[in-house]
């Protein structure tokens, strides 16, 4: 994800968000209390040492095997100040009544990183997508997890050649799993379709795919509610990245398909997105996000029929701003994803030069 600038900073951003709606207009609620949204659904936000310095977190009134409770949707990354935030929730938001169980939308350390400490605290399941429980299982590992080394190396294959930059990716090995120390040994099984009763009324579970390996987005068609995750963001983009444990992916092609499926819903409906402010407007943000790819993928097409080029290359197109190191680790896995949609499409090639770079280009040019 693309950090959020403020309003003002960035005019065609706020051209676009005012196509959207903020029926909560400013509200926002304070570390460690909760907002109401809508019957029985609560707000939380917590703070995160990131360029993307907060997440949006969900309780759910419900009641499982005539116990009364709640279900949390996500969870934050694991860390004592959001332990702590934590606490002073189970002090003032519970009603004095239990968590009964942890759901997670996707394996992302902001939303899955405390869900270990959750289910111990509480004695109470994980539920969540087959694939994003098994990939958290594997990075919270540690490094024999997921290997910065091959990392390095596919960021090498893609152009980002500089010595210096390459050495910090091999010495991230511990990222995940310093955020995500653990994930718990068991757990439930959402899938796309299935339907969760939570307090009474049927939850919806919508797979994504694209920035997740199963994303599970929830609707609650009573309510006209979505909890979008990271699926449906406002203001800013969702990441959506080729990673090395998948090197020939296509995930924009998967992340705008997805979205898509949030067309059969109603224009109506209030989203809850994991970062930002609950909005409605949700066709006019699929449109929104799918011109912006589009103009994405033209510019991309554009350079890469002028010469080939590698996804290095592509960096200052795509990202007129200059860029930290994590930030162009990010940054290089959404350049993959727009060259990948277009040579899957069959409109780029791609060659491995000399040089052991992979470059793209159209026709007789490469
Ligand atoms: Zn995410």
Known sequence: MKPPEPPGTNPHADKLEQQLHYPLGHTLPTPGTAVTV???????????????????????????????????????????????????????ELDSLPILRVIVTHMHPDHIGLAHWLCERWQVRLWISATDFGLARIGSQGPGGFSSDAAAAFFALHGLTDPNSLEKIRGRGSYFSTLVPAVPRQ??????????????????????????????????????VLIGGDMMLPRISTNVSVYDQEP????????????????????????????????????????????????????????????????????????????????????MGESIAHLHALWFEGRLQRRLGDDGVYRFGAGAGL
Not at 49 to 63: K, S, V
Not at 208 to 213: D, F, I, K, R, T
Not at 277 to 283: A, D, E, S
Not at 321 to 327: V, Y
């Open 38 to 92: 809508a019957p029985g659904v609560k707000w939380l936000r917590m703070g995160l040492p990131f360029a993307l310095n907060h997440i949006n977190l969900w309780l759910l009134r419900d009641e499982i095997d005539g116990q009364p409770g709640w279900s949390v949707v996500d969870c934050c990354i694991s860390s004592e100040p959001a332990k702590a935030q934590w606490e002073q929730v189970f002090a003032d």
């Open 187 to 224: 757990y439930r099984r959402l899938q796309d379709g299935d339907v969760l009763t939570i307090g009474g009324r049927a939850w919806l579970c919508i797979s994504g795919y694209g920035h997740a390996p199963e994303h599970i987005s929830l609707y609650c068609a009573e309510l006209q």
């Open 248 to 331: 020939e992916s296509n995930p924009l092609r998967q992340f705008l398909d997805s979205i898509d499926k949030f067309k059969a819903l109603p224009a109506q409906t209030l989203t809850l997105p994991a970062h930002g402010k609950p909005f409605t407007g949700l066709h006019a943000r699929i449109q929104q996000l799918h011109d912006h790819h589009d103009e994405r993928l033209l510019e991309v097409m554009q350079a890469c029929t002028v010469k080939p080029c590698s996804a290095a290359e592509l960096l200052p197109l795509l990202f007129k701003r200059a860029l930290d190191l994590h930030q162009t680790t990010f940054a």
